[in-house]
Structure formats: C-alpha cells, structure tokens
C-alpha cells in the first residue's frame, strides 16, 4: 500500500542492525484520541511486562482511513518518542489504507535497550524429575489364539484399570 511517508526494509534493517534486545508492537484504536491511544497500546505490552522506555533505536508506522490526520500522526509519534532515549535514531512512516474506518493502526519496532535496565525476569534451571517407564500392557489371545480386536477400541489407560 502506497505510504504518505514510506518505510522499507532498508529502515528495518537500519534499527535492527546491532541493536541487541528488540520489541514489538502494534496497537489499534478508533474513535476520539484514536491515534495517541494506538501509540500507547504499541508501546506498552502487558504481557510482556516492558515498554520501549529507553529505547535507542525506534522504528514506527502509523496507518489510518482516509480521515487520518497529519495532526494525529504528530500525536502518536510524540508518544512514542516521549518513551525512546532522548538521543535515539527514529524512523516512521504513515499510510492510508482504504479499509481502515475510523480507526488507526501504529506498528512499533523498538531496539537497543540498555541491557543493565533490563526489567525481565531471569531465567532458573528446574532439574526435572526422574521419568518412570511406562509398561506397555500387551494385548493378550483370545482362548482360540486370535487376537480380540474389541480391546484395541478400549484405550490402553482403560484396559489397565480393569
């Protein structure tokens, strides 16, 4: 889709390039105070427990419906630039896409954190504990020597509890 300000995978490569702990984001939002409300569900993952906050390296596209306004482009990019580091290298780009009604969408690649205000958690070790092997139950003959074929519609943790 063609872009008001277009972002390529040259900027891509640009942010990502030595750029360490990377994260992303995509927030969609309509209605009043869309677009800045768009910026903070992108910058902000709940799942994840982070925020760009920092960030030295930020790459963002904004893309909303033929009302999108160059003012709620400048609203949303203010808020995701409030979080980056101060001196970070900001690329962003806007599109219109057609089928976007009253909504808009903001995409954010964040990299470049610095690694001692890291706010994950640490990983542990568990030891697992020792697997006990399973005895297979063997499907026993019939009194004429034939296999009973009615066993095998049973399953196996059934037929061990009879």
């Known amino acids: 889709m063609p872009g008001l300000i277009n972002v390529d995978f040259a900027d891509v490569k640009t942010i990502m390039t030595n750029a360490g702990t ?76 057609e089928k976007l009604i009253d909504q808009v969408k903001v995409t954010v690649v964040a990299t470049g954190f610095d690694e001692s205000r890291r706010r994950f958690a640490q990983i542990t070790t568990i030891e697992e504990p020792e697997q006990k092997a399973l005895t297979q139950e063997e499907v026993t003959p019939s009194e004429d020597g034939q296999i009973d074929e009615d066993q095998f519609d049973i399953p196996t943790f059934l037929r061990q509890i009879r």
């Open 22 to 97: 990377t994260l992303m984001g995509v927030g969609t939002s309509s209605g009043e105070n869309r677009a800045s409300t768009a910026a903070r569900s992108a910058i902000a993952s709940p799942l994840l427990d982070a925020s760009i906050e920092g960030a030295r390296g930020v790459l963002f596209n904004i893309t909303g419906g033929p009302d999108m306004t160059m003012n709620e482009v400048d609203e949303a990019a203010k808020v995701i630039t409030a979080q980056a580091d101060p001196d970070a290298q900001i690329i962003f780009g806007a599109a219109i896409d």
